[in-house]
Nanobody, 116 residues
Framework: QVQLVESGGGLVQPGGSLRLSCAAS????????MGWYRQAPGAQRELVAT???????NYADSVKGRFTISRDNAKNTVYLQMNSLKPEDTAVYYC??????????WGQGTQVTVSS
């Protein structure tokens, strides 16, 4: 079993920054991809950013230039640095892991609220 523990969410003013962390533990036999998704009230869950084991990254157009995803393979941890936050970034952010066996795991979610 794999556990994903997220941290770093909270309330921030527009234009502010937050850094999310997600640490994976458990029976991890190899990680293919780690990433972040988000879900706003009444909306579907959407991709924010992903990073492959080799370091290649992918971002949603809405966050390009503002968010940066990074990964510490030794710690099985993925980070999401979020800058220039906007009210429309308000959502529950979920950590995602896809193993080399193509099994998908999700974290419990962390709330990010951007409001003045």
């Amino acid at each position: 079993q794999v556990q994903l523990v997220e941290s770093g969410g909270g309330l921030v003013q527009p234009g502010g920054s937050l850094r999310l962390s997600c640490a994976a533990s458990g029976s991890i036999f190899g990680i293919n991809l780690m990433g972040w998704y988000r879900q706003a009230p009444g909306a579907q869950r959407e991709l924010v950013a992903t990073v492959l084991s080799g370091g290649s990254t992918n971002y949603a157009d809405s966050v390009k230039g503002r968010f940066t995803i990074s990964r510490d393979n030794a710690k099985n941890t993925v980070y999401l640095q979020m800058n220039s936050l906007k009210p429309e970034d308000t959502a529950v952010y979920y950590c995602n892991l896809v193993s080399i066996r193509m099994v998908t795991y999700w974290g419990q979610g962390t709330q990010v609220t951007v409001s003045s």
